[in-house]
Nanobody, 125 residues
Framework: QAELVESGGGSVQPGESLRLSCIVS????????IAWFRQPPGKEREGVAC????????FYSPFVKGRFTISRDKAKNTAYLQMNNLSPSDTAVYYC??????????????????WGKGTPVTVSS
C-alpha cells in the first residue's frame, strides 16, 4: 500500500530554516517523480517544487526559488524540502505528492497519484 508521511514542520521565526521530510513506502522514487505543495490558511493549495525520478529535472515555483531546495535519498526512499530564510508568507500546511514518471526527466505540479497528509509550518515573530 502506497503511503507518504511528512514530518519536520513546526513554528519558527522569520529568517529561520526548517527541513521537511517525506517518507515514501509502497513504491520507489526511482519510478515516481516527487513534489511538494503547500496550502496557506484560507487559500488554495499551490505547487512549491518537484523533482523528476532521475533527479535530472527540478522545478521551483518563483516564490521559493533560491530559498527552498528539494532533494531525496534513494536508499531511504525519502524526499526532503530544505526551507531557508522563511517568512510569514510561507506559513502553510506542506504536503508531498508523487506521480508516476512517464518521463524520468520531467516532473509535474499536478496529477499526483499519491498524497501525504501534510505537516504544518508557521512562521511568526
Amino acid at each position: 500500500q502506497a503511503e507518504l508521511v511528512e514530518s519536520g514542520g513546526g513554528s519558527v521565526q522569520p529568517g529561520e530554516s526548517l527541513r521537511l521530510s517525506c517518507i515514501v513506502s509502497g513504491f520507489s522514487l526511482d519510478d515516481y517523480a516527487i513534489a511538494w505543495f503547500r496550502q496557506p490558511p484560507g487559500k488554495e493549495r499551490e505547487g512549491v517544487a518537484c523533482m523528476s525520478s532521475s533527479e535530472e529535472y527540478i522545478f521551483y515555483s518563483p516564490f521559493v526559488k533560491g530559498r527552498f531546495t528539494i532533494s531525496r535519498d534513494k536508499a531511504k526512499n525519502t524526499a526532503y524540502l530544505q526551507m531557508n530564510n522563511l517568512s510569514p508568507s510561507d506559513t502553510a500546511v506542506y504536503y508531498c505528492g508523487a506521480h508516476y514518471a512517464y518521463s524520468s526527466k520531467r516532473c509535474l505540479l499536478y496529477g499526483m497519484e499519491y498524497w501525504g497528509k501534510g505537516t504544518p509550518v508557521t512562521v511568526s515573530s
